[in-house]
């Protein structure tokens, strides 16, 4: 069976930091390309950062330059650090993993709440 279980979520204040971690297992994720997305409440699931199994990055301009996609050495975990939080930034966060073959997988999601 195939797991993505997301961690490190919580509320912090504007201006804060956190790491989310996504852990995965199951499968060999090291080929695959890894993502975070969020979901804010009433608005569609947005693609926050991505990288790939080479290691490029990329990140929505809404978080370019305050945030950091990155995995271990196994490349069975990827992380996201946030930096310098905004309260639109709160939302519920995925971990979600494409294979080369293009399947999908999701993790249930950990809460970011930012207060003002």
């Known amino acids: 069976q195939v797991f993505l279980v997301e961690s490190g979520g919580g509320r912090v204040q504007s201006g804060g930091s956190l790491t989310l971690s996504c852990v995965t297992s199951?499968?060999?994720?090291?080929?695959?390309?890894k993502d975070w997305y969020r979901q804010a409440p009433g608005k569609q699931r947005e693609l926050v950062a991505t990288?790939?199994?080479?290691?490029?990055?990329d990140y929505a301009v809404s978080v370019r330059g305050r945030a950091t996609i990155s995995t271990n050495d196994a490349k069975t975990a990827v992380y996201l650090q946030l930096n310098t939080l905004k309260p639109e930034d709160t939302g519920v966060y995925y971990c979600h993993s494409k294979t080369p073959y293009g399947v999908e997988y999701w993790g249930q999601g950990t809460q970011v709440t930012v207060s003002s």
């Open positions: 199951g499968r060999k994720f090291a080929v695959d390309t």
């Open positions: 990288i790939t199994s080479g290691g490029v990055t």
